[in-house]
């Protein structure tokens, strides 16, 4: 099994690089970072939407 306590620090980091530019969208930030590919959709996608979408998200 992964080490769980990675998504924690995961998580930390990117809180702490995000906060240093709170303007950015989070698929912004997330191109910006090269982890995702840079297309409109992600781009310009609004941070409520992303949020609407984790709310509601099932497996």
């Known amino acids: 099994m992964r080490d769980q306590k990675r998504i924690k620090r995961i998580l930390k980091r990117l809180e ?16 910006n970072l090269a982890i995702v590919e840079d297309t409109y959709p992600v781009w310009s996608n ?5 949020e609407e979408y984790l709310k509601n998200f099932k497996w």
């Open 46 to 50: 609004e941070d409520d939407g992303l």
């Open 16 to 31: 702490k690089l995000w906060n240093e530019h709170p303007d950015l969208r989070f698929g912004q930030f997330l191109i």
